[in-house]
């Protein structure tokens, strides 16, 4: 199926996708991201050749996301690899605005169906809370029904067929990405009090509605916060990696280091991304000071 839609430049109204087209584009997207020959279980296995641009929470940004679009110029860098995380749930800041973050999901759903060998989404807290059903509340205001208010709005009584096609991607996402050069990619960490007792097997089985539910082991890794550079140090020594780069937490100028952690936010005017060369190993020095801004893309 050929899927057309408008950049936001276009009509930043609305896409121009019908209910069907939008389960179908992402039902597709699903089935490669399901079927990537580089995803080991949980785990997506980066090469060490190219580039990877790893990205933070984005929240229905659009505006950095089509930055982001320019930057990776996808169409003639079959060497580089884009990995995002916590597309939907954006922000509500005018009284009668709607959260249309489903517009964001949709688009990486095509631009992974466009290059399935260079697109790649992992599992959030946000996007999980989504699927099971499980509220999340921010400044005061439910996030999951804002949500499908988003998409009542964009596709009226077909809603309730786009939420499932919604629900049916999210499942299929994985955890987590890592690189040969001693990077490992996910949304978060667990807290520090579950960190000595997490279930490490997570990554090369399938997962489990005990794994998803509060208090498992995906769970844990998704929501987790408060981490500190020791705690960071010993999940790095039991994944054998030199450092992570994750989301997750909010960060006001983009990004933060804790030890051996690098945060990342994308979802805002001082948002950042994080272009990776996989054929060197990086200090986390010099991964702080490769990142870049999105107000530095024309």
């Known amino acids: 199926m050929r899927y057309n839609m408008l950049n936001r430049a276009e009509n930043p109204e609305r896409t121009t996708l019908d209910a069907e087209e939008a389960c179908g584009l992402l039902r597709d997207a699903a089935a490669l991201i399901r079927e990537d020959p580089i995803r080991k279980g949980e785990v997506l296995e980066f090469g060490g050749a190219g580039q990877l641009v ?11 996301f089509e930055k982001l679009q320019r930057f990776c110029t996808l169409e003639r860098s079959p060497g580089r ?13 005018a009284p009668g605005q709607f959260d249309l973050s489903i517009d964001l999901l949709l688009r990486v759903a095509k ?37 499908d208010k988003g998409v009542e709005h964009r596709f009226g009584a077909d809603a309730p067929i786009v939420i ?42 399938p997962l489990t509605e005990v794994d998803l539910a509060p208090g ?21 020594r039991r994944l054998g990696v030199d450092c992570f780069i994750v989301g997750h ?16 936010a994308s979802e805002h005017n001082h948002g950042a991304f994080l272009p990776i060369d996989l054929s060197r190993r990086y200090s986390i020095e010099e ?9 530095s893309v024309a």
């Open 249 to 264: 937490t909010p960060q006001e100028n983009g990004h933060a280091v804790i030890g051996q952690l690098l945060i990342l």
């Open 81 to 93: 690899y884009v990995v995002l995380h916590e597309l939907i749930h954006e922000d509500i800041v």
């Open 54 to 64: 790893m990205t933070g929470d984005l929240h229905g940004n659009l505006k950095n």
């Open 287 to 295: 991964l702080e000071s490769s990142i870049r801004q999105f107000v």
């Open 216 to 236: 498992g082991a995906a769970y844990s890794l998704l929501w987790g916060r408060f981490h500190t550079p020791a705690v960071v140090e010993q999940f790095a």
């Open 111 to 147: 631009w992974k169906c466009d290059f399935p060998d260079n697109v790649y989404s992992l599992q959030s807290n946000h996007e999980l809370a989504q699927m099971r059903g499980q509220e999340i509340t921010k400044g005061g205001r439910s996030v999951l029904y804002d949500f």
């Open 164 to 205: 499932q096609a919604v629900r049916d991607y999210i499942a299929a996402l994985p955890l987590a990405g890592r690189t040969r050069n001693g990077i490992f990619l996910c949304h978060s960490l667990p807290d520090p009090a579950f960190v000595n007792d997490f279930d490490f097997t997570l990554f090369d089985r």
